[in-house]
């Protein structure tokens, strides 16, 4: 008991309400707009998708299953953040000296896979109901919100189907928080040594952006994998859907929907990281009155 209660401080539940907020602010309508181009190889760009959904569902449809996103961001973020804000506590208190790149990215690996699994569900449910004006009347599904699609996929397709994806979506969290966690460290640190900048806020701005850009890039290919698999009403293997995106689609696929899932992924990293920083400023400092 004494162990988890020193591994859930008051820092964990921040952090809760740090991603939660920047993830309603900067997720949800970028993310469905990507989500309704990767499934069917959508021609017709962001910007086209974007003025098809407002047109179709008025403005709230930018804005469909925002009580998933937030049900995602407050088990997946809150976990993967804070395991790995743990293991860096740990190991600098081991070692005396801040972790090397390739330990950082062992921590991001483990606490994204972590987060995955604890996240699939929300995001299952989060797919499904930003993909509805996607398709036809007849097929949608209809959640009310978050925990009625938890309840209904569960009743109607028995639970595993909240699992549906999540080796392919664990895949996913753990390349993005090695690249997107890791890489802010070092840009971050990289920036503090050989600028004059310092530890300040434009530095949390400059790395955050940069950690958001190689996250993007990397995770791009899982991303479209991901929806495909969760969109998908029946089985299939992942080996199989790739040959069959490849044959139709070539190589650019991996790609595809890149440049809204960066305007998503930019601002929530930026948001994310910059409110994390002063949070952790303010905790060192109530720490230090005690």
Known sequence: MERLLQFITPYDLVKVCVISSAAL????????????????????????????????????????????????????????????EHLKERHHKTHQ??????TLVIM??????????AGNPADVINVRMQQDAALPPG???NYKHALDGLARMTREEGARSLFRGVWPNS???????????????????CLISFTSLGDSVSTHLLASLG??????????????????VMS????????????????????GWMFR??????????????????????HKRLLRLWRERE
């Open 232 to 251: 998908a009403s029946g089985r299939i293997g992942l080996g199989q859907l790739v040959m069959s995106v490849w044959r139709s689609e070539g190589a």
């Open 139 to 141: 097929q949608h599904r």
């Open 97 to 102: 000296a801040p972790p090397s790149l390739p």
């Open 25 to 84: 602010l900067a997720i949800s309508t970028h993310r469905i707009v990507r989500l309704q181009i990767a499934p069917n190889g959508s021609k017709k760009g962001m910007t086209g998708t974007f003025a098809h959904i407002v047109k179709t569902n008025g403005l709230g449809g930018l804005y469909s299953g925002i009580s998933a996103s937030l049900l995602r961001q407050l088990s997946y973020s809150t976990i993967r953040f804070g395991v790995y």
């Open 211 to 228: 950690a958001g850009f190689v996250a993007t890039t990397i995770c791009s290919p899982f991303d479209v994998l991901k929806t495909r």
């Open 257 to 278: 929907g890149w440049v809204p899932s960066f305007v998503r992924l930019g601002p929530h990293t930026i948001a994310t990281f910059l409110f994390l920083e002063q």
């Open 171 to 189: 895949a996913r969290a753990v390349l993005m928080t090695a690249s997107q966690l890791a890489s802010y460290d070092s840009f971050k640190g």
């Open 108 to 117: 991001g690996c483990a606490s994204g896979l972590l987060g995955g699994i």
